[in-house]
């Protein structure tokens, strides 16, 4: 491992300890937040987390929740806590860029549902987090504002897309972040900083206020130190919201109430698709464990095969570009951020997109209006949509039998930047194992299970049924129990 890293010198307390310090009156939002921007005035030069710290608004926030306690209100369940956005999410006032040329200059003006619900719960946005453009990427390398970089090697990528998010939370600028995840881009990140991360079903949290990539498959979910941060922020955020047509009528199910519920009698599978060809050895190798000790803490753990995964990444390059090709439609120079002026209308619009979207964008919009072409439709995204039913069949068939099901999040630990460039395919195949989740509309979450043999983080992914949470949390909390201390070699 390099020897240049930018994780926290002393302990990150968890949210949860957090809030109930400033609920209490024991610690000012004020005082915790000036500790957290400390730490983002050390390192975020080296680690670049953030397109925008929000100092300012942020220490105004911090003194309204402290107001609030000293008049003996209850700011609620994230009293003082920082959180950091993933720059794809909606705050009123404050540019929001998708890490994309083609948004500068852009205000948005309403929050979205998720960022309201945070700051009715108490917390205090920090800033805006890098993403690979519009969510795009594994990496963090396709952002317009460069790459950010993982705290536990400066060398290396964080993941993507939400990799400025992960990057946040393990360097200790904030104990929780959003982000969001189409095809992995919470889970992945997670893992490769050896954070937790969470992609809840499809529906339990509002889309509203997240700007489009793929509709069928975006869902917004946090980042966090330690699970139980995690099933808060979850439970704060999700919930149904009228202003998302997708949402779901319900809350999110209760999963703070059930982390120390164990595993025992629980049925677990191992995917063996999701170990073979493709796979680190060093990774298996920490998932095998990570289900050995499943095992030791009372639950069956059996190897599962769900072959129709192996289609998944195949049916997701068709049905997420397509999805893109018609969201991003709506940058047209006219209604939003950047315009490239030129005589005519038609000539404005193509001088925009073509300065305003970086390649990888570029290469998403092209394969997806040539999936949704007359003559291809039915070859290419018809036959997708068969093969994304075919995934979801197969898994609720496991999930007669299995309560939830594990595998790595991410085939390998961090790489080196510009190991995947050069070729799309290496960089798509980060999520081959997060991408069925997606499809199929299922909660899958990223737990740290130890490091891989170049001493960085690996990460365990759990998987459930549509609106099992609380049996992906249960498992969570009992490897975060019991997973291998990072930065000792396991
Ligand atoms: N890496 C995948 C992609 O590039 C997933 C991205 C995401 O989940 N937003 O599409």
């Known amino acids: 491992m390099s020897s240049r890293s930018a994780l926290p010198s002393t302990p990150v307390a968890p949210a949860t300890v957090l809030a109930a310090a400033v609920r209490s009156g024991e610690r000012t939002a004020l005082d915790v937040l000036e500790e957290h921007l400390a730490r983002i005035s050390d390192h975020e030069v080296d680690v670049h987390a953030f397109n925008l710290v929000l100092e300012d608004r942020a220490r105004e926030s911090a003194a309204a929740v402290d107001a609030r306690v000293a008049a003996g209100g209850d700011p609620g369940p994230l009293a003082g806590v920082p959180v950091a956005l993933k720059d794809n999410l909606c705050t009123r006032g404050v540019a929001t860029t998708c890490s994309s040329r083609i948004l500068e200059g852009w205000e948005p003006p309403y929050d979205a549902t998720v960022v309201q619900r945070l700051a009715a719960a108490g917390a205090v946005v920090v800033g805006k987090t890098n993403l690979d453009e519009f969510a795009m990427g594994s990496s963090t390398e396709h952002s317009a504002t460069g790459p950010t970089r993982n705290p536990h090697d400066l060398d290396r990528v964080p993941g993507g897309s ?265 960089m798509y195949l980060n999520d081959v194992c997060t991408i069925p989740s997606n499809l199929a509309g299922h909660p899958a979450l990223s737990v740290p299970f130890g490091v891989g043999d170049d001493g960085l983080p690996v990460g365990v992914q759990v998987m459930a049924p549509a609106l099992g949470e609380v049996a992906a949390f249960r498992v969570a909390a009992v490897l975060e129990s019991v997973a291998p201390s990072a930065g000792a070699p396991s």
Do not use: W
Request: charged letters at 20%; proline letters at 5%; aromatic letters at 8%.
């Open 162 to 426: 939400s990799g400025g998010s992960a990057a946040a939370v393990a360097a200790g600028f904030a104990p929780v972040a959003l982000g969001s995840d189409t095809g992995g881009s919470i889970r992945q990140p997670a893992a490769l900083c050896g954070v937790v991360g969470v992609k809840p079903t499809y529906g339990l949290v509002s889309r509203l206020g997240l700007v489009a990539f793929a509709s069928s498959l975006d869902q917004v979910g946090p980042f966090a130190a330690t699970v139980a941060d995690a099933a808060l922020v979850c439970e704060v955020v999700g919930g149904h919201d009228p202003g998302d047509s997708t949402s779901l009528p319900q809350d999110f199910p209760r999963v703070l109430a059930h982390l120390d519920d164990g595993v025992e009698g629980m049925r677990i599978g191992l995917v063996t698709e999701m170990l073979g060809e493709g796979i680190a050895v060093d990774v298996a190798a920490r998932v095998r464990a990570a289900a050995e000790a499943l095992t030791a803490a009372g639950a069956e753990v059996e190897e599962v095969s769900i072959p129709a995964v192996t289609y998944g990444l195949s049916a997701y390059y068709l049905v997420a570009p397509a999805e893109a090709s018609s969201n991003l439609a709506r940058y047209d120079g006219v209604r939003y951020g950047r315009r490239v002026d030129a005589p005519t209308a038609g000539e404005m619009m193509v001088a925009t997109r073509t300065a305003g979207f970086g390649d990888e964008v570029k290469r998403r919009i092209v394969l997806g209006t040539y999936a949704l072409s007359a003559g291809y439709y039915d070859a290419f995204y018809g036959k997708a949509l068969r093969v994304r039913t075919l995934i979801r069949e197969e898994f609720d068939a496991a999930y007669e039998r299995l309560d939830a099901l594990i595998s790595p999040a991410s085939p390998t630990t961090a790489f080196a930047f510009g190991d995947k460039t050069a070729d799309p395919v290496q």
